[in-house]
């Protein structure tokens, strides 16, 4: 009797945890959110693994929805995430995993050795298909007029994607939040670079 409702306990636990990932997936890309994010990373921290985290991010994405409308932007986000979800699953090994953070931000974690093989063809696929959701004369342009978040009107060019990739080693971050702040300073030098792009950064200490 005790097994079984340690059993049951176990099983509604995990009930418990399915629903809020449930409930925290993208309504849009219909990836799991936040809540699962941090689960996943803090599970693969405490167990002390070796994997790569990798920070996805769209560049002059606010240009195009501003210009295209938002049903336009909201079908760009749920491709890429179908996009990165594909290049995940057919190269990112069995334990891999794909969120959402929201808006244009995504994240991949997965086998470290795995993970140029999974940026190159999520940016391939990326830059294949982005070019299909702009106009002929924009395209002819490379890109788009509009204004920026601080009200200056500027050239934007045409949609690329930004990968910013840690390294995690073993011991090398404590928590979620430690390791998302790394790659997130490490997204801002990718997205410096023209063109779509990934940045792969060996961290062997935490950056400042």
């Known amino acids: ?5 340690e059993d049951f ?4 636990h995990r009930l ?4 809020q990932m449930s409930l925290d997936a993208s309504p849009l890309t219909r990836l799991p959110g936040n ?13 002390g693994l070796r994997f790569a985290l990798c920070y996805a991010d769209l560049d002059n994405f606010k240009a195009f929805t501003d210009n295209y409308g938002y049903v336009k932007g909201s079908e760009l986000i749920r491709l890429t995430g179908e996009i990165i979800y594909e290049a ?8 891999a ?8 931000d995504f994240v991949m974690i997965l086998s470290a050795e795995r993970v140029v093989t999974v940026c190159e063809a999520v940016i391939k696929a990326f830059d294949t298909e982005v070019v299909r959701h702009y106009t002929a004369d924009d395209l002819a342009r490379g ?12 050239f ?4 690329t994607i930004s990968i910013a990739v840690i390294i995690n080693e073993a011991g090398e971050f404590s928590t979620a939040v430690e390791i998302a702040k790394a790659a997130s300073e490490i997204k801002d030098y990718a997205k410096e670079k023209a063109g779509s792009n990934y940045l792969v950064s060996h961290l062997r200490k935490k950056p400042r």
Do not use: C, W
Not at 1 to 5: E, F, Q
Not at 88 to 95: F, L, M, N, T, W
Not at 97 to 104: A, E, K, S
Not at 143 to 154: A, C, H, K, M, S
């Open 1 to 5: 009797i005790g097994a079984l409702a």
């Open 9 to 12: 306990s176990r099983m509604a």
């Open 16 to 19: 418990k945890e399915l629903e």
């Open 35 to 47: 809540i699962a994010i941090d689960r996943v990373i803090n599970r693969r921290l405490h167990d």
């Open 88 to 95: 995940v699953k057919a190269d990112g090994g069995a334990d």
């Open 97 to 104: 995993f794909v969120g959402h953070i929201g808006g244009d």
């Open 143 to 154: 890109g788009i007029e509009g204004t920026d978040r601080y009200g200056v009107q500027r």
């Open 156 to 159: 934007f060019p045409v949609m």
